[in-house]
């Protein structure tokens, strides 16, 4: 997941460059690393649930 959403940001600064030195860029970042903790939580109740 973090690789894709890495991808996607090099993407979109290519599209965008004037947004690379905005903070925009610290945006894309944060919902990156705030969503892995959720997607290990499921993944544990997942294990726990089966």
């Known amino acids: ?6 991808l996607n940001a090099l993407n979109k600064s ?4 004037k947004r690379i030195a905005g903070p925009s860029r610290q945006n894309t970042s944060v919902p990156a ?10 993944r544990a109740s997942n294990r726990k649930q089966n």
């Open 1 to 6: 997941l973090l690789i894709l959403d890495s």
């Open 14 to 17: 290519v599209k965008n460059p």
């Open 33 to 42: 690393s705030s969503s892995t903790p959720q997607t290990k939580a499921k």
